[in-house]
């Protein structure tokens, strides 16, 4: 018999009764029923009941040992008496009589429960994550990302991509977020960065004459945490493909995603039904106009109108509305469907919730019975009235939410009112999984605070139109060949079509206000690789971390990453980062400038 193991915690059955097998595992929980001691004996796979009587020689040994140690039981498999059986457990049918068991590694007092879901504190948890990965949930996240990250890559094998890695050392490049940099030994006062995503490799496999690359790439940001985003490093299924259109993309990677949410869409327990392909696609600006963000959770029935025409009227006489719009303002509606029998407190609820966003508030009107009720209603005449439920298809019992603002705030404010009303009334169904496109973004947008011309998405995306449209357009009217797939809200990915024109590169980093020395000295191997045949080449990357929470259902990415950073990028079970060596300092040429401390005011001494 194999020193450690016949079968695994998983596979004993009433077939196997009578026969003698050999299980090793940790400890997960023990019960002393005086002449009894039952040993829930747990391995990656599952978990098997153990039994020893008292009278048996290793009956204080197998005591003393603590939960979380490892152990080897040797033993008959024998039925578990009726009225004990556990339905529960796979192996719930059976237990093992301890004949035999050879402690292979005792453990101290655990500091976190792992035989139970309490939350320890995210402190313990990262601090001691390898007995946090222990626990029943986490075994099965990690899992369920291995799987997902097996599918994606037989997805992309079974369409001829080719998988190929690309440098972690690499060049600094425009993401828009801080690089995290490497200080070079052989070449003083030189530093190499981590990637931010594969960007300009992956396009220069194409202009190597790859034609389908693929890579579960990698990808290093130094930016602040968020729920749906871990500090320091993330991974993202990326993937390039030549000679193709936006949609020939899009059918590329639309399979591979329903293949995934279809097959795990069950992992909490509850199937979830996903989009069908081809994914809705929905313009830049009317997801802006309809759902106040360019990431729409389509599972939320509310659309958001542009009311602004009402307030303009002459029989309309609500002058702060009236003049917002004639600043160049806009007044953006959300319906609220069947509300007019809700208390007040709901109508002063979403108005204290404006105020906690900036907003003097959200101005409203019920219709019951006919008429238009609320604080503004009065303004608001009977025919305006009509217009105003005819644009929002508002019935008797709905009441509708206006947001007036410039548009940017605007939209911003009546998007998060859509979602606000949509969870109060329960309208956004938990077991879809939403998919859809978001297109046609803004090639160029300004910055209001410099007044200046930038790029908005992606600086190496084709505009829409090419040379002509550089030329000749407007820079704030030029679309690009850029798209975002969205699922529930939740950007999964960003993609372009790239530019694959040197003369367009120039022009469209020139209107952006950065000159031929800079794009030379900044992208010089990807500019040179053009000027020697370039293929039309586009791709996207969607986030494995976040089609994972998705699947999950977790809110917290650190939830599905093995061992991820806190919240103030800190690993603290590696104790990283850390103080280094002086003589490693010297190796790589740095000297360490911390940063100098606020002095003291009198008062602040004295306190």
């Known amino acids: 018999m194999h020193p450690y193991r016949s079968h695994t915690c998983v596979e004993l059955t009433k077939e196997h009764v009578g026969q003698t097998v050999r299980l090793s595992g940790w400890i997960h929980r023990k019960r002393d029923h005086g002449q009894l001691l039952f040993v829930d004996l747990r391995d990656n796979y599952g978990m098997t ?91 099965r996240n990690l899992k369920l990302r291995s799987d997902v990250i097996a599918t994606a890559r037989q997805s992309m094998l079974d369409q001829g991509f080719m998988e190929m890695q690309t440098p972690i050392l690499t060049a600094s490049s425009p993401e828009g977020a801080r690089d995290f940099l490497v200080p070079s030994r052989m070449h003083p006062g030189k530093f190499y960065a981590l990637p931010q995503a594969p960007q300009q490799f992956k396009q220069l496999l194409m202009m190597s004459g790859f034609d389908r690359y693929f890579q579960i790439a990698p990808c290093f940001r130094d930016e602040a945490s968020r729920a749906d985003r871990s500090p320091g490093e993330f991974y993202q299924l990326d993937f390039e493909m030549s000679f193709v259109t936006q949609e020939d993309v899009f059918a590329a990677i639309e399979p591979v995603m329903y293949n995934i949410f279809t097959k795990f869409n069950d992992f909490t327990g509850t199937k979830k039904e996903v989009s069908s392909y081809p994914f809705k696609r929905i313009p830049y600006a009317e997801s802006m106009l309809k759902y106040g963000n360019d990431k729409p959770d389509l599972r939320n029935p509310l659309e958001i109108v542009d009311v602004s025409e009402i307030f303009l009227r002459d029989d309309v006489e609500f002058r702060a509305f009236r003049s917002t719009v004639e600043q160049g303002g806009v007044v953006r509606a959300i319906k609220a469907p069947n509300v007019s029998d809700k208390p007040r407190r709901f109508f002063d609820k979403m108005n204290d919730w404006a105020r906690g966003e900036g907003a003097v508030g959200l101005g409203y009107v019920i219709f019951a019975d006919g008429a238009g009720k609320g604080p503004i209603a009065k303004f608001i005449p009977e025919a305006a009235q009509a217009r105003l439920r005819e644009m929002i298809d508002a019935k008797d019992g709905d009441a509708v939410f206006f947001a007036c603002d410039k548009e940017a705030e605007a939209a911003k404010l009546a998007g998060k009112a859509r979602t606000l009303l949509g969870e ?44 002509e449209a550089l030329e000749t357009m407007d820079p704030l009217e030029i679309k690009a060949w850029q798209y975002d797939i969205v699922c529930n809200g939740i950007e999964l990915s960003s993609g372009a079509i790239r530019n694959h024109l040197p003369e367009i590169m120039y022009k469209a980093f020139d209107i952006a206000g950065y000159s031929a020395d800079v794009l030379e000295s900044r992208f010089g191997g ?75 005011t009198k008062d602040e001494a004295a306190a």
């Open 49 to 139: 009941q153990c039994v020893i009587d008292s009278s048996s020689d290793l009956f204080t040994e197998v005591e003393k040992c603590r939960v979380e140690s490892v152990i080897t039981v040797t033993g008959e498999v024998v039925n578990r008496l009726e009225g004990t059986v556990n339905e529960k457990l796979p192996t719930g049918e059976i237990e093992v009589k301890i004949k035999e068991v050879v402690i292979q590694s005792a453990a101290d007092q655990v500091p976190l429960q792992v035989n139970a879901e309490a939350d320890s504190g995210e402190e313990v948890r990262l601090t001691y994550r390898y007995l946090d990965l222990r626990r029943e949930k986490m075994h």
């Open 424 to 467: 109060e009334l329960d309208l956004i169904d938990p077991n879809k999984f939403e998919m859809c496109w978001i297109v046609d973004f803004p090639m160029f947008e300004l910055d209001e605070e410099t007044g200046k011309i930038d790029f908005s998405h992606n600086p190496f995306s084709m505009p829409q139109g090419g040379m």
């Open 526 to 600: 990807m500019l040179s690789a053009m000027k020697f045949g370039a293929p039309p080449h586009g791709g996207c990357a969607p986030g494995i971390d976040r089609m994972i929470m998705l699947l999950a259902d977790e809110p917290n990415i650190r939830e599905i990453i093995a061992f991820p950073l806190n919240q103030q990028a800190q690993d603290l079970m590696m104790q990283a980062p850390a103080p280094v060596d002086d003589q490693l300092l010297k190796d790589v040429h740095i000297k360490v400038a911390m940063p100098k401390l606020k002095k003291e």
